[in-house]
């Protein structure tokens, strides 16, 4: 919910609009879920590249053209600003597209960094994402670039994406259900290996932070707080890019309408529009009503 710094002043304007957010599948749902939480009354219009899952591997041009050509799209669902709710698609093209387009484009680093930057006490910050996210050191800089005194450890753990996604299939039963709890992700034994051996050497290391650098990580929350310990805070940058929104939209008085009954539509270029609802619906934790099918013109590489 709002805060009462962050409630529109009386005689402010409003924009009922939409706000636009992709990602490359699901993980940035987790992100739409934050904004739907802190922004009630606001619309949102997600787009998730399913298709073309997954980014992190990808060469980060060819990532930028993909953020060019959904920003593009999404544009023309008249959305008001852009949320790029993806890591790999932030570190790759969100330069680009603030350059581009005309509505503000945020993206997911930023916000994680600067959380990590003001909550760490020894300054020693650690960093799981994707390889791409990993490789372009997007964390590493904006973190140094708030506190150059900083010793950031970034690590790719890109199993965690088919953790999370696994998990949501395997909650589908009523005892998975059940156990998973309100994470919605069934978390197998072996996947507790996995965690360790990603974790081990960033605990090692002495981190008191932890940045999930991938949207699809706060819904492991449970299973790599337990590796970590409590000692490190972990720091999720869908809860933090939320707040940067309603500060964006306060800034340039675009909130909706108080009273305004907010509509969530959702696209996917993946064929399984059904299992996009299914998984969605868990990530949510509320019902997805429809999802449609886009097809997106195949990019050429000039």
Not at 127 to 145: F, L, W
Not at 230 to 244: G, H, K, Q
Not at 274 to 298: I, N, Q, T, W, Y
Request: charged share 25%; hydrophobic share 40%.
């Amino acid at each position: 919910m709002l805060s009462a710094q962050d409630r529109p002043l009386v005689g402010e304007g409003y924009d009922n609009r939409p706000i636009g957010v992709f990602d490359s599948g699901y993980g940035g749902l987790t992100v739409a879920r934050e904004l739907q939480r802190r922004l009630p009354e606001e619309s949102i219009v997600y787009f998730g590249d399913s298709a073309r899952c997954p980014y992190g591997p990808r060469d980060q041009a060819e990532v930028d053209r993909f953020v060019q050509q959904i920003c593009t799209w999404l544009l023309g669902q008249d959305v008001k600003m852009i949320v790029i709710a993806c890591n790999t698609a932030t570190a790759a093209g969100l330069s680009h597209a603030q350059r581009v387009f005309d509505v503000p484009v945020v993206g997911v680093v930023e916000p994680g960094a600067r959380a990590a930057a003001h909550t760490t006490i020894n300054r020693r910050v650690g960093v799981i994402a994707t390889k791409g996210t990993v490789d372009s050191n997007a964390y590493s800089e904006a973190i140094r670039h708030i506190d150059a005194g900083i010793t950031v450890f970034s690590t790719a753990t890109p199993r965690f994406v088919e953790i999370a996604e696994m998990g949501l299939k395997l909650a589908d039963g009523p005892i998975e259900d059940y156990l998973s709890g309100a994470a919605k992700v069934y978390i197998r034994p072996e996947f507790e290996e996995i965690a360790r051996e990603y974790l081990e050497p960033l605990r090692r290391c002495e981190i008191d932070t932890l940045v999930l650098g991938c949207t699809h990580y706060p819904l492991l929350k449970a299973l790599i707080g337990g590796v970590v310990g409590r000692p490190v805070t972990l720091v999720s940058s869908a809860e933090e890019t939320a707040w940067d929104v309603a500060h964006i939209l306060r800034r340039r008085r675009s909130f909706a309408e108080p009273g305004n009954v907010p509509a969530a539509a959702f696209f996917t270029t993946g064929a399984d529009t059904a299992e996009f609802r299914r998984f969605g619906g868990r990530v949510l934790s509320r019902p997805m009503d429809v999802v449609e099918h886009v097809d997106l013109p195949e990019l050429v590489v000039s």
